[in-house]
């Protein structure tokens, strides 16, 4: 059996394993992931992606121990002035969906979203994607509205923690 991934922070470093990651998408994937077609990641989103503060921007990779390879990336960002509430994303590379990837990956957003003092944490998908609505609402995410093919999911992470504590 081969070894599980292991997760850790993604650094400014990771630019090659990121870009090489999100060409390893399919179409479908990257669409449910980004919410639109999306060919290509320009150097200036890439640089987004890579250089996050690991407080306010946390991203994670779930990291192939065989070849180095990410096959997931999960990550958080606040918007600017807004410290208490951050929007996630999360996706895994096709061939190791539905192996838990992402719901370790979210795990641990959360946790890490919860020790930075973020206080709720919002999801938006595809209301087709039920895979990711599912692995949200494993995590404890509620559904909040229903939008233009769209739902937008939160966490109360005060609440979250409440419940892990009893």
């Given at each position: 059996m081969a070894p599980l991934p292991y997760i850790r922070p993604i650094t400014a470093g990771d630019a090659e394993r990121v870009a090489a990651a999100f060409e390893g998408l399919s179409d479908r994937s990257r669409y449910q992931r980004f919410l639109a077609p999306k060919p290509r990641l320009s150097s200036s989103e890439?640089?987004?992606?890579?250089?996050v503060d690991q407080r306010r921007h946390v991203a994670l990779a779930a990291v192939d121990p065989a070849d180095?390879?990410?096959?997931?990336?999960?990550r958080y960002a606040t918007a600017a002035g807004d410290h208490d509430t951050?929007?996630?994303?999360?996706?895994v590379a096709?061939?190791?969906?539905?192996s838990g990837i992402g719901t370790r990956l979210m795990?641990?957003?959360v946790g890490r979203a919860?020790?930075?003092g973020i206080a709720r944490l919002t999801g938006v998908t595809l209301q087709g994607n039920t895979a990711a609505r599912a692995l949200l609402r494993r995590v404890g995410f509620r559904t909040?509205?229903?939008?233009?093919?769209?739902?937008?999911l939160e966490l109360e992470l005060e609440l979250a923690q409440q419940a892990q504590a009893a």
């Amino acid at each position: 059996m081969a070894p599980l991934p292991y997760i850790r922070p993604i650094t400014a470093g990771d630019a090659e394993r990121v870009a090489a990651a999100f060409e390893g998408l399919s179409d479908r994937s990257r669409y449910q992931r980004f919410l639109a077609p999306k060919p290509r990641l320009s150097s200036s989103e890439l640089r987004y992606l890579t250089d996050v503060d690991q407080r306010r921007h946390v991203a994670l990779a779930a990291v192939d121990p065989a070849d180095g390879a990410f096959v997931g990336i999960a990550r958080y960002a606040t918007a600017a002035g807004d410290h208490d509430t951050a929007d996630v994303a999360v996706v895994v590379a096709d061939a190791w969906q539905g192996s838990g990837i992402g719901t370790r990956l979210m795990h641990e957003l959360v946790g890490r979203a919860a020790a930075n003092g973020i206080a709720r944490l919002t999801g938006v998908t595809l209301q087709g994607n039920t895979a990711a609505r599912a692995l949200l609402r494993r995590v404890g995410f509620r559904t909040r509205a229903y939008t233009d093919g769209l739902v937008e999911l939160e966490l109360e992470l005060e609440l979250a923690q409440q419940a892990q504590a009893a």
